[in-house]
């Protein structure tokens, strides 16, 4: 808690001030930032206690300033487990942004599909998770000022900004698909039995992210919506080789809809 309140307390003196919502955003969707009228930037490396990205396509800034009239802080670049991290340091963004007033939490990102009516460069709205990660950021003591003991996790993501987001992706014309994402550690990607199982017990689309995020804000009552970019096909039947280029390039196409869906539920907030 002391080093959640001194990244708190040193952001607030940066101009962090008062912030509406948090956006993370994932592998590749970076355009999103373009749309921000920014005040302030800050290299997670300045910041009290943030981990730092590692991952070379993360930039690794917090960014605040307005959105669709909104004060935003977004995460330019986030942190993931097999990076070394912790699932409480993984987290630890997500915990000094509602400290600091957050109502709301937008998330991205990228992922790999098994569910074979989705393509790539479309979008899925998360309804629901699987946590294959073998940990949670909830391990260990709790802190009350951050939320109960045994949180319930019947409405992960919620249930009114999904609906906000079915009905701009039906307005707008956008593919927005509705699924169940699970979690896996990587950083390799899943074998072909691997996909086989997931899609078994009844995943749609497959990454290393959100979940801890997803758990840490409804820890602590904070809404949570996310979303992911389909980036590749992972059919166990007919698995290509992974290309990390044709990843990002496909995530940078399918970005251009995630920023209408992103920007439009902001100002419908």
Do not use: W
């Not at 979008?123 to 951050?146: A, F, K, R, V």
């Not at 045994?150 to 919620?158: K, L, N, V």
């Not at 009844?202 to 804000?217: H, N, W, Y």
Request: hydrophobic fraction near 40%; glycine fraction near 8%; charge should be negative.
């Amino acid at each position: 808690m002391r080093k959640l309140h001194e990244a708190v307390d040193f952001l607030q003196k940066a101009g962090f001030d008062n912030p509406d919502l948090g956006i993370i955003l994932g592998t590749g969707l970076s355009k999103l930032v373009d749309r921000i009228d920014i005040r302030y930037r800050i290299p997670y490396e300045e910041i009290p206690h943030f981990p730092v990205s590692t991952v070379e396509f993360h930039k690794g800034e917090l960014i605040y300033g307005q959105l669709a009239g909104k004060k935003v802080i977004a995460m330019h670049g986030r942190f993931h487990y097999y990076e070394g991290y912790s699932l409480q340091e993984v987290v630890f963004p997500v915990r000094v942004m509602k400290l600091m007033g957050i109502r709301t939490l937008l998330v991205s990102n990228a992922c790999g599909t098994m569910n074979m009516d989705f393509r790539k460069g479309s979008l899925m709205m998360l309804t629901d998770h699987i946590n294959m990660l073998g940990d949670n950021p909830l391990i260990g003591p709790n802190y009350d000022e951050l939320g109960t003991r045994f949180p319930d996790m019947s409405e992960p993501y919620s249930k009114e900004l999904n609906d906000k987001m079915r009905q701009i992706a039906g307005e707008q014309g956008i593919t927005l698909h509705e699924g169940v994402y699970v979690a896996f550690p990587g950083p390799m990607l899943e074998t072909r039995a691997e996909y086989r199982y997931l899609r078994n017990i009844g995943a749609d689309v497959v990454g290393m992210s959100t979940v801890p995020e997803a758990i840490a804000a409804k820890h602590m009552g904070l809404p949570c919506a996310a979303v992911s970019v389909i980036t590749d096909e992972c059919d166990p039947d007919n698995l290509a080789v992974a290309d990390i280029k044709d990843i990002l390039k496909t995530a940078a196409v399918a970005e251009n809809d995630l920023i209408v869906l992103f920007e439009k539920l902001v100002r419908k907030i």
